[in-house]
């Protein structure tokens, strides 16, 4: 799939994406939806710069998820304080979403994996559900994507700046939604597959430590400040969701999964698919997730033979500049003393062989080149010194 071809499908992605986010979103919210709660928290910011909740009775910063409602506060005042500005962050936040998939998806395993990811997440009714909606989900969500998207780059580029921005984006991804701390085992679990044994070694993972820092550690000293105030805020407002921390629940929930899984559902259709289409889709969906793995597993082998060959180039043309100067010392010579001009011959020979070595990109071919280049520097250093020698010959002579 050529690369104007990959943009053309993938603006037809985005197409049906806002064709299926846009509509309804000035409905009212649904019953039992934080979206008034967690408006109510940006315009207080805007107006106070304390993310307080009047509403609930709280006249004093909000401690909990405290990242979504500066983002819409930042939102607000630019666009203006409605529903439909408000979940319009949501389309906006989830557009980037699917986008930033489908190129993942493209740089792990290839062109058609990303836009079939990208089009699945446009049309599952649980994603648009959430950009649809103004809540804390999708801004994690974003920030998540834009974390393991940064990292890829960085892992590609060998920069630590990118690690840097993916330990950011994580850290705003927990500001805005505390369940983000998932996509932080997800990412380790990426480095140590990566980078195995070296993984203290290289800087990536302390750059991507001091972005998450620059981002989530004020928040984890102020909540250490007011620990009195987080655990009663957590008693009225989140109680429900305490033992959320605690490994039996956690246990508990994951042995409930294959009975939620048994009816499932996909893209705008429901549970009343009949069972022979569902069950192919998610024959599909195994098949396909096994497939990626063995993908992105064949292409980080190829990534590290490429890293290899990079290490050999390096190492080769750590050598180039001293056959060089041995080869114009010996063009010098010649010219000088009118010697054999065999010299310049054996340096043109040593320069095609380079470039055939570069450009085949082959193991064997550099080391060929290594040793070759070292036979060639004694070659002409012997050369050198016979002219030297024949040099003093003709002066006692004369």
């Known amino acids: 799939m050529t690369t104007r071809v990959w943009y053309v499908a993938l603006a037809a992605v985005l197409i049906v994406y806002l064709h299926n986010a846009l509509p309804y979103l000035t409905t009212l919210p ?6 008034p709660w967690l408006m109510e928290r940006g315009f207080q910011v805007m107006r106070t710069g304390v ?8 006249d004093r910063a909000y401690l909990l998820q ?18 439909l500005q408000a979940r319009l962050l949501a ?31 446009a049309v599952d009714s649980n994603f648009l559900g959430g950009v649809r ?33 993916a330990g950011a984006s994580l850290g705003l991804a927990i500001l805005c939604h505390g369940n983000a701390f998932w996509a932080a085992l997800v990412l380790l679990a990426w480095y140590l597959v990566d980078y195995g044994r070296r993984a203290l070694q290289v800087r990536y993972g302390y750059a991507f430590i001091g972005g998450a820092l620059l981002t989530l550690g004020p928040y984890v000293a102020v909540v250490a400040s007011r620990w009195h105030d987080v655990q009663i805020q957590i008693g009225n407002f989140a109680a429900d969701r305490i033992p959320g921390w605690r490994p039996s629940f956690l246990l508990q929930q994951i042995a409930q999964e294959p009975q939620r899984y048994r009816g499932w559902y996909f893209g705008l259709v429901t549970a009343s698919v009949p069972d022979p289409l ?3 889709f998610q024959l599909a969906i195994v098949v396909g997730f096994g497939f990626a793995v063995y993908l992105s597993i064949r292409r980080i082998d190829v990534g590290r033979r490429r890293v290899d060959l990079r290490r050999a180039h390096q190492q080769q043309g750590a050598g180039v500049p001293a056959a060089h100067h041995d080869r ?18 054996a ?52």
Not at 66 to 83: N, T
């Open 30 to 35: 649904r019953v039992n939806v934080d979206e």
């Open 51 to 58: 993310p307080a909740q009047p509403m609930l009775g709280l």
């Open 66 to 83: 405290v990242g979504y409602g500066y983002l819409l506060a930042i939102w607000m005042s630019i666009f203006g304080v409605e529903l």
């Open 91 to 121: 389309v906006c936040l989830g557009l980037g979403i699917v986008a930033m998939v489908a190129w993942i998806g493209r740089r792990e395993v290839d062109s058609a994996a990303g836009l079939a990811a990208a089009l699945f997440l």
């Open 133 to 165: 909606s103004a809540r804390t989900d999708i801004p994690s969500v974003f920030f998540v994507v834009c974390a393991l998207a940064a990292y890829v780059r960085g892992r590609a580029l060998a920069r630590p700046a990118w690690f840097a921005v």
């Open 278 to 280: 569902l069950w192919a």
């Open 328 to 345: 114009l010392r010996a063009r010098r010579g010649a010219r000088r003393q009118r010697s054999d001009p065999r010299a310049a011959d």
């Open 347 to 398: 340096a043109r020979g040593g320069d095609a062989r380079v470039h055939r070595a570069v450009r085949r990109r082959r193991h064997g071919v550099l080391r060929e080149v290594v040793l070759d280049g070292a036979q060639e520097r004694a070659r002409l250093v012997r050369i050198d010194g016979a002219d030297a020698a024949r040099a003093r010959a003709r002066r006692a002579e004369v």
